[in-house]
């Protein structure tokens, strides 16, 4: 069997596996077969990191080639009272607790104004669930940033905000996400998901939507027209097997939609959460997940490094395991600062050109439809 | 030759068992992808060390000074003589660190200082003595800068100096100050520093004495990879002679609170030169992972990369923190790493045998 490929320079790459329990899977790769759960497992518990990061390489050169994509962006978290509690969660405040904050329009405006000279090409958005908030008050957030910044894209709101919307505004949830979208929203981050399990939800996030409804949720985004990504929290307490339901999960609604643009893992940060006593995950962890994440969803088009959550050294690294994204300058984040992130609060365009380049792969900057842009 | 024949003959050379060349190393560097040397320096470090196993070992940093004559423009810990920061340690404060060290199951200590122009020779042996008449633990002390300083100021030969410390209870060397074996680079960045024909000598003096050291690379600041190439080869020449280094321990250079301005280098660079080191170096048996500069992830990526090492839990540690890395590593988090990594953890002393 030919283990064997061409690179785009004309170089040869061989498939290389040491964990002889992954041959199968390495055939099914080379021949677009697709993976079931049975090997997403032997993926998981093989320590052939090496192996696996191969596997995923190929399938993501076969992909992008040697691109690796970032956008300019800023993110805006317009509050963080929240009535969810998820016990994963550092970045939750309840009504009136102290650093609680919800930002107002004219906050908006200051916030997208202050940086009004950046070619922002993003903005991504996310808050709590403040029961406190009408449903106007997220339309106005919405032709805010559109009145300031007409050509940004809004990449906003959960699947889980998407669901409060829809029971505060009294209207379905196709007329919710039709309202929205006429106000300018035009894409869903994918956060929300956590783990699509019932048994996580049970334990960790009872008062948020579940695994149904999530998934329900997005496949309406997605009959509307619009895109969104999707998401995983590992690293707390999911088994392997509830990984790669997920995974499972979200390739048979992609099948049905071809809505999702890129799959996002999230590693878990545990400090100043109720879990914190969990550690964090390790660098196998996490690019096994990226690798496999890769390998499973055959029908993504794209794996995100989101050097935020594992840090920019070993997101620069997962490009060669999977990922050919490493999500976007961002400044000011705070969600996963506030449970003990080390990473930068933001990087530079130049600094990201850089640490792609570095590694061996071309940098190209893109808007949220991963369209590239010219830059000077 | 063509380019794919390059890489095709260093996988066969690997395969064998043979011996990597300048130009191969230097094919690596230029055209391997990341992955490549990942597959190349894991099959040198699997023929090297069979069982799935990553050693460590418990050890402080202990700097018995800060002063130092030597003024290199990467060092952010140093304080010039006379300057009111400047330190040596007191016997008390000595005595608490070790006792510290044993509670923590520590079985060494890394003594290492700057050149300090008012410290002499009584000075060391009276240091050397006073720890090991209070305690059992081993004494891995002094690079080569500081031996070839040492010997400089009391216009003794390089040997009377390690014979001297050796006999006050020094136990092995670390190879520290190797920095770029290069004098065209070493002239740059550390001109008060040995040369490095001179930093060889002591090595090879102090294995024929029977020391046994490490050997280090700092990289990453205005050398070329042809400078590391010649680095790697200067110290596998020496290894074929003496045998006497136990590891090779590459890190890159931390930019913060330095003089030299350059782009820190990044982790896949650091994961590139670690696995071209295991490929070239294949006499020194151990390749050790730099977690104080690299972080716990990067770390553990790098037993993926040819490493068999996690080096050491340091206790303490002063001289990377002061160049604003600050990375922190408890014994318990190293065990987790390297057994996450599907391998078996195992403490070890300098000499890399198991402790039980």
């Known amino acids: 069997m030919i283990t064997t490929f061409e690179l785009s320079n004309g170089r040869k790459m061989e498939l290389m596996i040491t964990d002889n329990q992954l041959t199968d899977i390495r055939e099914k790769v080379l021949n677009n077969l697709r993976l079931d759960a049975a090997d997403a497992m032997k993926l998981y518990t093989s ?23 970032f956008v300019y962006n800023q993110h805006l978290n317009y509050t963080n009272v929240c009535i969810n509690h998820c016990r ?8 009136g607790q102290s650093e609680s904050f919800t930002l107002t329009i004219d906050d908006v405006r200051k ?66 996400i039709h309202t929205l979208k006429s106000a300018g929203l035009e894409m869903l981050p994918g956060g929300g998901a956590e783990v699509l399990s019932a048994r996580i939800r049970d334990k960790l996030f009872p008062r948020k939507i579940g695994h149904e409804r999530w998934l329900k949720v997005i496949n309406k985004i997605h009959s509307a027209g619009l895109t969104s990504n999707a998401t995983m929290l590992y690293g707390h307490i999911e088994t392997l097997e509830e990984r790669v339901k997920h995974f499972i999960r979200l390739r048979s609604l992609q099948d049905q939609t071809s809505g999702f643009t890129a799959f996002i893992p999230l590693a878990f940060h545990s400090q100043n959460t109720p879990m914190s006593d969990i550690p964090s995950t390790t660098a196998f962890d996490d690019l ?14 794209h794996i995100k490094a989101y050097w935020v959550m594992i840090g920019e050294k070993l997101a620069q690294t997962a490009l060669s395991f999977g990922a050919d994204d490493l999500d976007g300058t961002i400044l000011e984040e705070k969600i996963t600062h506030m449970a003990g992130a080390t990473s930068s609060k933001g990087l530079t365009r130049q600094k990201i050109r850089g640490m792609i380049q570095a590694s061996g792969w071309e940098p190209v900057e893109r808007d949220s439809f991963y369209n590239e842009i010219r830059t000077v | ?177 190797a920095e770029i074996l290069v004098d ?53 020449k020496l290894q074929d002679e003496t045998g006497g280094f136990t590891a090779f321990i590459p890190w890159t250079f931390q930019p913060d609170n330095t003089k030299i301005d350059v782009r820190p280098s990044t982790a896949v660079e650091y994961l590139r030169v670690l696995a071209i080191s295991r490929l070239v170096l294949d006499n020194i048996p151990n390749i050790q992972v730099s977690w104080v500069t690299q972080g716990a992830k990067i770390a553990q990526l790098g037993l993926a990369f040819g490493a068999n090492d996690f080096g050491s839990t340091m206790i303490e540690e002063n001289v990377v ?8 590593l408890p014994r318990s988090e190293i065990i987790r790493l390297i057994e996450n990594a599907g391998y078996k953890s195992l403490q070890r002393d300098c000499f890399y045998n198991v402790i039980e």
């Open chain 1, 47 to 69: 320590n052939d990191i090496i192996g696996i990061g191969h596997l995923a390489d190929f399938i993501r050169r076969k992909r992008h080639g040697k691109k690796a994509f």
């Open chain 1, 88 to 95: 994963f969660c550092a970045y939750s405040r309840s009504k």
């Open chain 1, 111 to 176: 916030k997208l104004s202050d940086r009004i000279e950046e070619p922002i090409t993003e903005i991504h958005m996310v808050g709590g669930i403040n029961p406190e908030l009408p449903f106007n008050y997220y339309l106005d957030l919405l032709r805010t940033i559109k009145e300031i910044r007409p050509n940004v894209t809004i990449k906003a709101f959960t699947a889980v905000e998407i669901d409060h919307l829809s029971r505060i505004s009294g209207l379905s949830l196709e007329d919710t």
């Open chain 1, 288 to 301: 096994k997940n990226i690798a496999i994440a890769r390998l499973m969803l055959d029908n993504f088009d």
């Open chain 2, 1 to 177: 030759m063509n380019i794919m024949t390059d890489i095709e003959s260093i996988k066969e050379k690997v395969s064998d068992n043979q011996r990597l060349d300048a130009d191969d190393a230097m094919v690596l560097f230029d055209q391997a992808e990341l992955l490549q040397l990942a597959d190349l320096a894991g099959q040198r470090r699997r023929d090297l060390h069979p069982e799935p196993v990553v050693t460590f070992v418990s050890d402080r940093n202990i700097n018995y000074t800060n002063v130092c004559a030597s003024g290199c423009k990467f060092c952010a810990f140093f304080r010039p003589p006379g300057h009111p920061e400047g330190y040596v340690i007191k016997n008390s404060d000595l005595d608490k660190k070790i006792e510290e060290t044993i509670a923590l199951g520590g079985t060494q200590i890394l003594l290492q200082g700057g050149m300090h122009p008012d410290l002499d020779l009584n000075y060391y042996i009276h240091l050397l003595q006073h720890i090991k008449n209070k305690f059992k633990i081993h004494i891995h002390g002094f690079s080569p800068t500081e031996i070839a300083f040492l010997a400089d100021l009391s216009s003794i030969s390089i040997e009377q100096v390690l014979s001297t410390l050796i006999e006050a209870g020094l136990d092995s060397i670390p190879g520290g100050g």
């Open chain 2, 184 to 236: 065209e680079i070493r002239n740059k960045i550390s001109p008060n520093k040995c040369s490095a024909g001179k930093w060889l000598d002591v090595m090879k003096q102090a294995h024929l004495l029977g020391l046994k050291t490490t050997a280090t690379m700092m990289f990453g600041h205005i050398e070329e990879n042809k400078h590391i190439i010649e680095h790697f080869l200067k110290l596998r």
């Open chain 2, 321 to 328: 923190a002061a160049a604003g890395v600050n990375f922190r």
